[in-house]
């Protein structure tokens, strides 16, 4: 039996080359980061990756990535947030294939559907599925998963748990209290890192928090501490990530702010596929501070690359340059 999904899972950002491309280099150096740092699990293509900006084949692209650099180590919770149903099944055949442990599929988006047309679709992808499916409510952007929906699907073995992006403690209450009892292993996750500690007190069993992407040992130290009972100190160290959640959220477009602040704990996470406005941009440099100062309250940013050190990439690069072409030479390539 697969083991239960709990823990932090971050649901990773997707940096980009100077071409627009998905950074397959940076994208392992930051998956491998996030690991290090002790994160649970991993989860690409949800909100933070910025899925609906991304073709179908990225999103596979990235689900392959980061279930490579992940395999053996933690485990994978997949975005597969398709439109329609026909497409959803197609991304869960190609994630059990990369050995993720499930996937999570947001609500019918777009359409607002009424609770028993929410239970249908999820009910018929949870009898084709080959592969575990969390159930993924975000009631600011799609049809609401209402307790009773979700105790209906609980029924079904394929389904193993619900991420939930509300924030709303007493709704995450009674989603446990109707469902645990029959389904002790059942994973209840919050997506809303403003009150992580206070959802893990009340049962919770992790969070898919995008903060995780810019101080994962921050949300792991909340939710251990949480899990330990050592609930005044839990609660202090989420009144000092509330601070930088609050910056990244509220003074970016997401997940711009989230970005940020993982760059400045050393990764590039290149242009943004969504163009900025003149005024956006002017913006910025005083939107960054109000992070930088949230972000050294909790962690030490990383240190700017030396000229030493620049240096060093700068030969690394043409040794390498000077290789290739050697090797083209030796082949009558050249």
Same mark, same amino acid.
């Given at each position: 039996?697969?083991?239960? @999904?709990?823990?932090? #899972? ?65 485990? $994978?919770? !997949? ?5 329609? /149903?026909?497409?959803?099944?197609? !991304?869960?055949?190609?994630? !059990? ?27 018929? @992808? ?23 929906? $979700? ?10 748990? /619900? +991420?939930?992006?509300?924030?709303? $403690? ?31 007190? @009340? ?12 101080? =994962?040992?921050?949300?792991? +130290? /909340?939710?251990?501490?949480?899990? !330990? ?15 930088? #959640?609050?910056?990244?959220?509220? +003074? ?5 702010? #989230? ?15 969504? =163009? ?15 992070? +930088? ?23 690394? /690069? ?6 290739? $072409? ?9």
């Amino acid at each position: 039996m697969a083991s239960k @999904i709990e823990g932090i #899972f971050t649901p990773t950002l997707a940096p980009l080359n100077s071409r627009g491309e998905i950074n397959e280099t940076e994208l392992r150096r930051y998956v491998s980061w996030l690991i290090d740092r002790g994160v649970h699990g991993l989860y690409p293509n949800g909100s933070s990756g910025e899925f609906t900006r991304f073709t179908a084949e990225e999103r596979l692209r990235i689900g392959a990535i980061v279930c490579d650099v992940a395999r053996g180590r933690v485990p $994978v919770l !997949a975005g597969a947030a398709e439109a329609n /149903i026909k497409e959803t099944l197609a !991304a869960c055949e190609a994630y !059990a294939k990369m050995g993720a442990r499930a996937v999570a599929i947001v609500s019918p988006f777009y359409y607002r559907l009424a609770p028993d047309a929410v239970y249908a679709y999820f009910a018929e @992808i949870a009898r084709d599925s080959p592969i575990d499916v969390m159930l993924y409510n975000i009631p600011m952007f799609a049809s609401p998963i209402t307790v009773d929906t $979700v105790r209906r699907l609980a029924e079904l073995p394929r389904v193993i748990g /619900i +991420k939930d992006s509300s924030g709303d $403690v007493a709704f995450m209450m009674r989603m446990i209290s109707a469902v645990r009892p029959l389904r002790p292993d059942f994973s209840f996750l919050t997506g809303w890192e403003a009150v992580l500690a206070p959802m893990i007190m @009340i049962g919770c069993d992790g969070g898919t928090n995008a903060s995780s992407n810019a101080v =994962p040992e921050v949300t792991r +130290k /909340i939710y251990e501490l949480a899990r !330990a009972g050592a609930y005044t100190e839990a609660m202090q160290w989420n009144y000092r990530l509330l601070r930088l #959640f609050d910056a990244m959220l509220d +003074k970016f477009e997401f997940p711009d702010g #989230f970005k940020y602040a993982t760059e400045l704990r050393g990764f590039n996470f290149g242009p943004s596929r969504r =163009p900025l406005s003149d005024a956006q941009r002017a913006d910025r440099s005083l939107l960054e501070s109000d992070v +930088k100062r949230a972000l050294s309250d909790l962690v030490e940013p990383a240190p700017a690359p030396t000229a030493a050190v620049l240096q060093l990439e700068r030969d690394q /690069i043409a040794a390498l340059v000077q290789e290739v $072409v050697s090797q083209l030479d030796r082949r009558g390539l050249l």
